[in-house]
């Protein structure tokens, strides 16, 4: 059975100052699902860009099937079947001050980017 989550796309500290989350992390390889339960939230970082901040040192990147024009306070609609977010997973966009959701976006796959041990 198919729930609609509503996911706030806040600036949290993830995307504070405009610097990259990414910087200095380790990317790894591409997975096709990402499980919800483990991540603190999906946030947009650009455009066609979506970010998923994991509990811990890891930071999901997806990026989205065609062109999406999402910006940082947006909230995503994500269309989720069971516990898990996966590739081609359809997704939809509410800007703020607006009641109607843009067209169905889909996820591409999804790269964890791991903070390295440190010394």
């Known amino acids: 059975m198919m729930r609609a989550l509503l996911l706030a ?21 591409p997975e096709n699902c990402l499980t919800l339960t483990t991540q603190q939230g999906l946030y947009i970082a650009d455009e066609n860009l ?11 990147k997806a990026n989205t099937i065609g062109r999406c024009s999402m910006q ?20 939809r966009v509410l800007r703020a001050g607006t009641s ?9 796959s ?3 980017y791991e903070k390295p041990p440190k010394n």
């Open 9 to 29: 796309a806040l600036a949290l500290p993830l995307l504070a100052a405009k610097s990259d989350p990414l910087a200095g992390r380790i990317a790894g390889p």
């Open 50 to 60: 979506i970010l998923a901040q994991q509990t811990g040192r890891r930071i999901w």
């Open 72 to 91: 940082a306070l947006d909230t995503l609609i994500v269309d989720v079947y069971g516990s898990q977010v996966c590739r081609n997973d359809r997704f």
């Open 100 to 108: 109607i959701p843009s067209q169905y976006c889909r996820f591409e």
């Open 110 to 112: 999804f790269t964890p």
